[in-house]
């Protein structure tokens, strides 16, 4: 059985989506409980992982508070994998895992999870799943998928899911952690987790 420790693993926080159903407001900045999103992420992350990287695509100077800011090299909001791409060619740990900034309540049982599932099973790819769907945003990735991923990005593809399916995945269940998945993406998500 492989050992995964903190030092080969870097975080990604994605950052860099639209949020158009925020009015344009960038998410992960937006006060939750009196915190910016993306710190509830940070603060559970931090301790372990070897560093915390933060893909964005506006706001960068202010994201530096919560890690090292990247950003995709992909024009147009091409979505999470473009993130994921940069993350990859930056990071210098033999993992990867991915995490969304609007997700408050991520727990380091995620983390923990995913670990000992990469351990115990021959894979490149561990992703969470509810149970009934998977959540692609909250995975642990083989860095040595990078190539596969730049070459799916240049077909034009975006769909995670589908280079999930392409790769070596395994879906770890969190059906008994429902909360980790809540993302708060409107006005109304704000209003219903406070």
């Given at each position: 059985?492989?050992?995964?420790?903190?030092?080969?693993?870097?975080?990604?926080?994605?950052?860099?989506?639209?949020?158009?159903?925020?009015?344009?407001?960038?998410?992960?900045?937006?006060?939750?409980?009196?915190?910016?999103?993306?710190?509830?992420?940070?603060?559970?992350?931090?301790?372990?992982?070897?560093?915390?990287?933060?893909?964005?695509?506006?706001?960068?100077?202010?994201?530096?508070?919560?890690?090292?800011?990247?950003?995709?090299?992909?024009?147009?909001?091409?979505?999470?994998?473009?993130?994921?791409?940069?993350?990859?060619?930056?990071?210098?740990t033999p993992y990867l895992l991915v995490l969304p900034c609007d997700g408050p309540f991520v727990s380091s049982l995620l983390l923990e999870r995913l670990i000992q599932s990469m351990q115990q099973n021959e894979v490149d790819i561990c992703v969470a799943s509810d149970g009934d769907k998977i959540h692609p945003t909250y995975s642990l990735i083989n860095i040595n998928l990078k190539d596969s991923l730049d070459k799916f990005l240049q077909t034009g593809e975006r769909k995670f899911g589908l280079w999930l399916k392409n790769n070596n995945a395994l879906k770890v269940d969190f059906s008994d952690q429902p909360d980790i998945f809540i993302n708060l993406n409107s006005p109304q998500d704000f209003a219903d987790a406070d």
């Open positions: 059985m492989k050992s995964i420790t903190k030092k080969d693993v870097t975080a990604v926080i994605l950052s860099g989506g639209r949020a158009t159903r925020m009015g344009g407001q960038n998410k992960g900045l937006i006060l939750f409980k009196d915190k910016p999103l993306i710190s509830y992420v940070t603060n559970v992350v931090s301790e372990n992982v070897n560093s915390i990287l933060v893909s964005a695509n506006k706001n960068l100077d202010l994201y530096q508070e919560f890690g090292t800011v990247i950003a995709d090299d992909l024009a147009d909001f091409q979505g999470p994998l473009a993130g994921i791409s940069k993350a990859m060619h930056f990071a210098n």
